[in-house]
């Protein structure tokens, strides 16, 4: 299982990114999806996620400005980055929550996804 995200770059402040994620596993086996980032000045973080019901979950940071879709047609989640902000320069990554036990019962918000992107750089300059 394979997930290979693309769309980073660099940009302006108040600039716009889409970021994709290309899955090899049909997106609507999964029971949650989702885009996380790390930096050098933080540990990985929880951006946003999408679970089976499409009940879409973001991190107060990005409210208002990201927004994630999944479409099972091609396999593929999506990170819709408006207004961006210096602080959101990270390395950007996708991540699938396909093992049940450890989604449902692992209180680790990011042990609960097991399959991981290699990522993508974003850089918000001012």
């Known amino acids: 299982v394979q997930l290979a995200e693309s769309g980073g770059g660099s940009v302006q402040f108040g600039g716009s990114l889409r970021l994709t994620c290309t899955a090899s596993?049909?997106?609507?086996?999964?029971?949650?999806m989702g885009w996380f980032r790390e930096s050098s000045s933080k540990e990985r973080e929880m951006v946003a996620t999408i679970d089976s019901l499409r009940t879409k979950t973001y991190a107060d940071s990005v409210k208002g400005r990201f927004t994630i879709s999944q479409d099972d047609v091609k396999n593929a989640l999506y990170l819709d980055m408006n207004d961006l902000e210096p602080e959101d320069t990270a390395m950007y990554y996708c991540?699938?929550?396909?093992?049940?036990?450890?989604?449902?019962?692992?209180?680790?918000?990011?042990?609960?996804?097991?399959?991981w992107g290699q990522g993508t750089q974003v850089t918000v300059s001012s």
């Open positions: 596993l049909p997106t609507y086996s999964t029971y949650s």
């Open positions: 991540a699938a929550a396909t093992d049940k036990s450890t989604y449902f019962y692992d209180n680790n918000p990011l042990r609960r996804y097991n399959v």
